[in-house]
């Protein structure tokens, strides 16, 4: 077992409160609309949330640690956003199902799942592929299309694939349901598995192409369990429902406790393939310093998603499909995993790397998850205030 | 005489090729789940993937040709009842998925990276029997009977002779051809485990489709919801 | 040579940390105009195609869309889409001559009735006076190329072509 470095002493607190400082300003003036608000239960959700993301971040600085903090949030946005979401969509439509009038209507809400599957369509025959609308049509269509899009361009530029640790609002189930356990059961995985978002985000691709339709929401998504699903017509319809509710049983909730791994985005989303690309743009990464890795393998152990194999420690780097979650810089018993920032020298101020990344990457968890969150906590108040 | 000629072979071509470079896009995205993935599985190198799309648009023609002399045959491909023309469909869906599957995991066990030569992944059944797998995927998306081939075999039924129908669809053909040659490329992505895992697991995938959507048109329900 | 790097770097964080900031001010103004300038559109099997027409009948209109032509393996027939608006305005009953190809000739004949709940199901008959047109009958919402739906204030009858 490697000797692990003595326990880091907290940052001062007022140091901490410094550097906590701008995450509390940009914090108040995205959620100000929200204090202003007639209503009292968002008042009260955007006050805890604005508390709750400012104290995670508190906590980040104080501890020197990301993941369990980060962690916290990532749940919180994975169990919140259905409980929102799910609201809005009976009092808007009172069913789960997508009626053909909804879709014909231009009013589906976007997910950012489909945006990889609509560009060879869009592309080829200048045509969405998805029965939205480009801009806001009313009822559920949300900000529409471009929006959701500017939001995914926008925290792409600035976290890569960190988005599935910092904005994806599916992603926190799983996460949470990989922490109840204290071990996992099932401990051998072949490494192969990894391969599976991009062989589902290839065949999804083409036959989106070649159907015409954003063929992983109409067949594979595990998240129309909790969010909303084509209304069943025929015999297809029920079909297609059985099979979002068997992987999402399996790949969200049963796997990820017996294994405690992220297994939906590991070794199936096909979206989670497609922003390991913009890893490859991002200006932040995570290097290991190979003069104090040992290597004891516990980075490997401890990432959700696989992405730490023994050649690519061996190499001082993870894996493209390395989420930026912090979990194995908080398991390296030798600070030997940090954050580094694109052209600097490994291992050289990565505080100072952490801290820009940080910074970055919470602000627009602030913006994205952090307005979910909150509209989940004021969905809960409103039946009590 | 020469320019008459011209003129005359510019007024033969240019219908069927017009119409093959307008469907082009449409005939890769329909062939484009059984191509893409199992030219990824082949091993790198432009010449060998090549080689592949070479064959699979030649066994494509053969399948092309074979339904050009059929429609010209029964008249008109819309001379097949579209219930048939389902079922037909529906039949090619099925031996497509077997025949990825088969590909599939052949590719697993056939050399990969460390062989020489332009040596395509062949399936079968003993040694002599096999054939390469370009070919059979090819022959099998030719005469799929995807809408662009219809409105072509609708066309080529007019002409005056069996001679004029396999001409029409072999100028198509090469109309809707010069869109598969960009895929060639694919021969310079480097081939490791992660691809060739990822083109296998893609393959399944959408054989898994295709035999779904077969199946469904067999026993007579709705593919599509 | 790795002062400059170093240098590029921080400045590619800082604009990073920048861009982070921008983005929620930028994203419903610039971004969606850039985006909606690409000259895309939704599918139109879903939206129905654009309008081409108005007919104006007593106290209502039928918008005329132009005609959709799936795509590929799509298993739609193509179709027309027909908006009769306002709903408020229409009879109970609704039996009407509609001249789709604006020749002067009707080319269906569509038939269905208004109920005053605008939750209660739909159902359309139409008898083709023109053969492009297929029969429909006492259909209601199960393909997107032959049905009649209501979408806020207006009924929308999609009549498949024969193929």
Known sequence: MAKALPAREPRRVSRSLLLTLPIAVWSLLMFSGWFRHPNRSQQIAGSATVAFMVVLFFMMMRTWSTYRWRRWFFVALGLLFPVGFIHNVMAVRGTMGIPIEEMIAGRTPFCFIPIPLLILPAAFFKTLVFPGSILPKGGMSGGGMAAM????????????????????????????????????????????????????????????????????CMWLCPFKAVSEYIAARNTVGMVQNGI????????????????????????????????????????????????????????QKSCPTMSLTEESIAKGETLMSCMKCGACVDACPKDAIAWHIRGTEVAVKPERARLMFLYAAWAMAVMFGGSIIAQGLATILHVFV | MLDFAIMAAVLVFSEPLVLGLASGPACVASCGPVMVPSMLAERAGLRLNMRYLSVFLATRLVGYLLFAAVAWELGALAAIPSSARSLIFAVIHVLLACVLLRYAYTVGRACSHSCEGLRLVTIGGARNHRVPGAAVLGFLTGVSLCPPFVVAGVRAAETASMAAAVLFFAVFFLGTSVWFVPFAGLGWVRRNEAVTTVARMAMVLIAVYYFYAGVMTLIGKNVYG | MRKLTAKLGYTGAGLTVFAAVLAPFLLYGVFTKGFSSLGLHVDEVYSGGPKVRTVQAASYTIDIHRQVSPHLFQSEKPFVQLDWKPVSSLPPHVSELVDIEGDGKPDVHVSFDVPKDPKAPLRVNVEPLNPRYEAMQNVGKDKFSALIVRVDDAILVRIPLAR
Do not use: H
Not at chain 1, 182 to 205: Q, T
Not at chain 1, 262 to 284: L, Y
């Open chain 1, 149 to 216: 899009a500017g939001i995914w361009l926008a925290i792409t530029i600035v976290v890569g694939k960190g988005w599935c640790s910092y904005a994806c609002f599916f992603g926190g189930i799983e996460e949470g349901m990989a922490s109840v356990p204290a071990k996992a059961k099932l401990r051998k995985i072949d490494p192969r598995w990894r391969y599976g978002p991009w062989a589902v985000l290839l065949a999804m691709a083409l036959l989106s192409l070649a159907l015409f339709e954003p063929a992983y």
């Open chain 1, 244 to 299: 979002f509710i068997i992987l999402f049983a399996g790949l969200v909730i049963a796997l990820p406790l017996l294994t405690k791994k992220r297994t939906q985005c590991a070794f199936f989303c096909p979206f989670g393939a497609f922003q390991s690309i913009f890893n490859k743009t991002s200006v932040f990464d995570v290097k290991i310093d190979r003069t104090r890795c040992t290597p004891c393998v516990l980075c």
